[in-house]
Structures are given as C-alpha cells and as structure tokens.
C-alpha cells in the first residue's frame, strides 16, 4: 500500500487554498463539505471562486509566512514556482500539503469518492491510474443507492440504545447486519423511513439481549481456487462469520475476503500428514457455535463432494447446532471448464463418473470394469500418485492405451498447467513436467476437444502430447 487512507476531520479548522481557479474552486467546494473554514489566496480570483461564500480571500501572492495557523494546504496554482514554494513550506512546518495533480510534491493525494454521507468511499490508485479510480467509483455509485446516507443516519440514532439493550457483541453485530440487509433497510430505500424506524424498534424489542445463543456453523464450498468463482451467498456468509476454518486447498485470495477482525483457524491436511483429525474437527466446529460464534467452514471446491461435509454437519445436527450448506464449484466443474474440456458431448461421452485415485493401504479400490466402459468421462480426484496404477488398470480391463487423459495442476488459478497425453504415455509425461498437487484426472475421448477448445492460460500454460 503506497498511501493509507485515513478520514481527516476538519470541522473548524482553518484550511489555505492557494490558487483561484476552477481547479482550486473544486477543492474549495470539498473542504467546504467537510466543514472547513478556508482562506483562499490568490492574485486573481477566478469566477467560480469569486462567487462563493463563507471563504477569506486575501488577494496576494504566496509567501512563506502566509503558512502557519492552518492545519492543511492545498497549491492549485498554474505558477510550479508557487506550487513548488507552497510544497517546500508546508513540508517544513508538517503541514499536510496536496499540489494539485503533483504527487511528488503532496504529502497527500485526493481520492476519488462515493459521497453517501455519513457513509463515505474513497478510492485511489496511488495516482496511478486516475481514470480506473474514477470508472470504480461511477461503478460504485451505480450500485450503492443514495439512500444509505439515510440509513446510516438511523443507525446513528439508535446506536446507544442497540448498544445498552444487547450486551454481547456478537449478537449486537447480527442485530446490525439484519438491520442492514432486510426489509428495514428494503423501507429506507423506498422512502419509508418511519416504516423502517419502527421495524427497528420492533426488532430491537424482540431481542433477549442478554442471549448468547445464536452460533451457527456456515458449510461453504469455496471452489476450485479462483475467488470469483464463489456464490454470491457464500461470500455473504463468509463476510458475517466471526471465525474461519478452512483447509489446504483453499486460497489466500479467498480466506482474506473474511472479516479482517474474524479468527481463522487452519485445520488443513496433506496426504499422510494430517494436522487436525477428522472427528477433532467435527467438533472444534460444534464447539465453536456452542461459544456463541458462527463459523464459517471453507472447504475446497464443493463440501459434499469428495469433502467429507457430511460428516462435519452430522456432527453438528447430532448436538443440535444450525448450520446451512453452500455448494461450491467442484473442481471437475471448474478445472473442466477452464481447460477447455466438456465432461459430457454428445459425441463423446454420455455420462460421467467422479471417483477418488486416493489409495488406501497402496491400492485403488476402483471398479475398473465400469470406468474401462466407452463412450464416459472419467474423472478422477486426488489421482495423482496412483496415476500410473490407474492408467495400467483401465488398460488391463479394456482401455484402448491411446484414450486421451487430461491431468490438470491448480486448475482455475493463475498457476493451472495441463498435461495431456493417453492412457499408455501420461504417467511418463506427469514426471517429466514436475507436476504438483491439487491435480485432477479427466479421461475419456472428450480431452481430444482441448486442443480445440481450450481458452484460458495461466501462467504455467500447456504441454499437450496426444
Ligand atoms: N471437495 C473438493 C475435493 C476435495 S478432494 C471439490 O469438490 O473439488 C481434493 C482433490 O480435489 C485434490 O486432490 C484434487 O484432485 C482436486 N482438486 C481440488 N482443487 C483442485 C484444483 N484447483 N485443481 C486441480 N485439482 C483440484
């Protein structure tokens, strides 16, 4: 972060704006909306300034002296020289210093901003691209009504009261959170604020404010890898959840779209190597919800697939905990789509089956015959080490040894790398192309479309050997 944003209160404070131009009677208009009293010093007073009111205009030009009293400057000169000066004083006394458009002599720059009032968005690229910060804020604006103001006014009117009648702070923050997104925020958009005012009581009423009841345990599939491959409702969950848990396979991308403030407690594994077994899971999660927190468990792709979801919700339905299941993209789903490879196609395949390559005690318990059928998809999860066991078997039960085979590396993500070759070359290729787990297995003849179909490159790309 080349800049940090911080929110300057100016009520009262005495403000220089040197320069009177159209550029500086912008500035002069912000600094006014935030309640600063501003002096305004420039030798010509230009047309849009001349008209305002409430200002101190001293007709001069700039000398150092003219600086101390205020507690920031904005330089909005034509003239480098002033601006330059300006810059040169300010810095010596530490006095915030912006020169319009000139970052290099600014101790800060100005944001582009979303004005909801009392809710304000500030957006900046660091000066590096203006415009970008501008489209995201006319996107910005588009998507927040400018009723939030408003809303946020009746938070603010009810914040203490909220704050005596519900002691715990967790329920405080679900009480706000169904505040912000229901109907009494649906009222205050649509004009109805008394509506939404006595909702809010009513709501507020309800509440048994000294209940610390209310965990719950959110089963999130958090997908492949790519973050805006999660559902919109699993980002919502995830950004209310007061604790994370989440495994190996789930990106950092992804865990740092939770609350900044919210805990989050690694409980991966990796093949032989597991680092909170199973059942302890299962129940760190009811004893999570059991404190009061709602926990959001991210797993990998989708939890029911391959995921051992069920498992952690029986634990959890057992000791009478709530919790909801959001499906994620599985990685079948996802590694399929980003290689360019259909798992079903009228010419090739007709169904598909999902199996797991993991191999208890050194075998694969697979039924060969059915995955050696034609005319199907085969995918195979965690295949990776028993791949080559996997492509002699198919073989064994009747494979044809030049049928395609896709092995996908960190599919979706910047990192995937496809290997393809068949049945009798890949296990070969896997070695030579230094492949590393998550990696997932498609076979059937549909991998042939690849090459045809395959648009998205991550930085590792593409080594096709059919
Ligand atoms: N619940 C998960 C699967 C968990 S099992 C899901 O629905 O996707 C873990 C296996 O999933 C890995 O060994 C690998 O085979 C596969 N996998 C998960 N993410 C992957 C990715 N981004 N690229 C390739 N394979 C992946």
Redesign the pocket.
Known sequence: MDYLPIFFNLKEQHCLVVGAGDIAARKIELLSRAGAKITVLAQEIGEAVGAMQYLTIQQKSFVPDDLSQFKLVISATNNPETNALVAKTATEQSIPVNVVDNPGLSSFIFPAIVDRSPIVIAISSGGSAPVLARLLRAKLESLIPPAYGRLACLADRYRDKVKQHVKHVPLRRIFWETVFQGNIAEQVFSGNEQIAENLLIQSLNAIDGNDNNYGEVYLI?A???AADLLTFRALRLLQQADVVVY?R?VSDEIIDLARRDAEKIYVGKQRQNHSLPQPDINQLLADLAKSGKRVARL?????????R?GEEIETLMAQGIPFQVVP?????S??ASYAGIPLTHRDHAQSCVFV???LKDDRVNLNWKQLSLPNQTVV?????VGLELICAALIAHGSPKDLPIAL??????DK?KIVTGTLATLPGLVVDEGIK?????IIGTVVSLHDKLSWFTGTLGDSSNV
């Open positions: 599939g997908g492949p890898g495994d396979l797993k990998g792709g989708d939890p029911f697939i391959f995921g979801g994620g993209i599985t990685a079948a996802g590694c797991t390559g993991h195979i999860y965690m295949g990776l996908i590396q960190q599919g979706t993500t995937q787990a998550p990696t997932l297995i």
